[in-house]
């Protein structure tokens, strides 16, 4: 186990080189990595300034220095517990920076700091009837448990509006790991996916919640764009592990596989945390990251007929689904990007997965012992049949979960 004292040496190091360390860096010849569009654009492929880098352990802090100084590196943040350094380049040169950091022998791993974004399909804000909830028999599952307040769920997204009739009594802890100047959801997909989660249920007011009486933790990790570096995700994860969430819930995600967001997730999931990841909206097999991960929940999208939604990604790493279609929920009550206020309907992977993460909450709830790979195992067995998937997949059940 890497010392605490590591860390911290680390972290001196990276103010000192930030501060001191101007190198042009070094001029490979050209590789297969893109260059990524700047960060803020949607569809960026990677930070365009920034890089990841995680020395062997055991290498001394002046091996460190002397590494960036010869590469032209800036240490700008390790992100805790995983020692992975978050390292400033000139822009635009990703692809010959990770190559020339990989030809280091005290180097572990090197690579771009890549962009995920969330996962949603727009749909008829009219749309007022909470079909989901009846389907994967919720009512049924609140006679045996409504949850608990003690039980979080941390929504890592773009945030959660902060003072909505419908959440704000709910949220217990507020984080920030974007650029953005505020924790509050200026984009609308988080708020989105917190109302399915845990809206205040019971209350004359919006809609119900899946986790009934569950906590929420707004990690905003996604900025006011919806997308967000694999950086901020990686330090959502580890934050929301360190400060109390049973449940974490990620409607987002990349195409490209990290070992700084993998270890991120191995962290939190040995701390037993439940992870509960979107498999995306592209109506493919090809891994979606986090989800494709072991430790998270991957989970597929469903119609009100039980069918593989047409957007819904598919295969053997697909864990579970759960209702994804015309979904209707909370809404940020201020300017948004989705364009409607209070509630209304979005349908994407993204909706499903904050469902599971519900059902995940009135779990641990009512079996406080039982571990993640335990609630996790049960979510899945105890799921209804589908059709559309292959391979085949099963719809989340709440009150079968539950039992």
């Not at 654009?41 to 995680?54: E, N, S, T, Y």
């Not at 819904?312 to 759960?322: F, H």
Request: one cysteine or more; a negative charge.
């Amino acid at each position: 186990m890497r010392k605490n004292w590591a860390v911290l040496g680390i972290v001196i190091l990276g103010i000192l080189l930030a501060g001191c360390v101007h190198f042009v860096g070094p001029e490979l010849p050209g590789g297969s990595l893109e260059p990524a569009a700047p960060i803020g654009v949607p569809g960026a492929a990677f930070a365009p300034d920034q890089i990841l880098v995680r020395f062997k352990p055991g290498t001394p802090f002046e091996a460190m220095a002397a590494v960036h100084a010869k590469l032209g590196g800036q240490v700008i943040q390790v992100i805790p517990r995983i020692d992975v350094q978050v390292v400033r380049i000139p822009a635009g040169r990703v692809p010959e920076f990770v190559r020339a950091y990989l030809t280091e022998e005290l180097v572990e791993f090197a690579e771009p700091d890549y962009v995920a974004v969330a996962y949603y399909v727009p749909n008829d804000p009219g749309y007022t009837n909470q079909w989901a909830l009846p389907k994967i028999q919720a009512p049924e599952a609140w006679d045996l448990t409504r949850g608990s307040s003690t039980i979080r769920i941390a929504i890592l997204d773009t945030g959660i509006d902060q003072d909505h009739e419908d959440l704000k009594d709910k949220i217990v802890a507020n984080k920030n790991f974007t650029t953005s100047r505020t924790v509050d959801d200026r984009y609308g997909h988080g708020t989105h996916c917190a109302g399915i989660a845990a809206a205040i249920t019971d209350n004359g007011k919006g809609v119900a919640g899946v986790g009934f009486n569950t906590s929420l933790m707004n990690v905003k990790v996604l900025g006011d764009n919806g997308s967000g570096q694999y950086s901020w995700i990686a330090n959502g994860i580890i934050w929301a592990a360190d400060n109390g969430a049973h449940v974490i819930s990620m409607s987002l995600g990349g195409s490209s596989s990290s070992t700084t967001l993998k270890d991120a997730v191995s962290y939190a999931y040995n701390k037993g945390v439940v992870l509960v990841a979107a498999a995306g909206n592209d109506n493919t097999d090809s891994p979606s990251y986090p989800a494709y991960y072991e430790e998270c929940i991957a989970v597929a999208a469903t119609d009100q007929n039980d069918a593989k939604a047409s957007f819904s990604n598919y295969g053997s790493w697909v864990d579970i689904a759960a209702p994804g279609v015309s979904i209707y929920s909370t809404l940020p009550n201020h300017p948004n990007r989705i364009g409607t206020r209070n509630y209304g309907s979005l349908s994407g992977t993204s909706m499903a997965t904050p469902h599971v993460a519900g059902v995940a909450a009135l779990i641990k709830a009512r079996y406080p012992n039982m571990s993640n790979a335990e609630i996790a195992q049960k979510i899945i067995s105890t799921a209804d049949p589908t059709t559309g998937f292959n391979p085949p997949v099963g719809r989340v059940n709440a009150y079968k979960a539950v039992q």
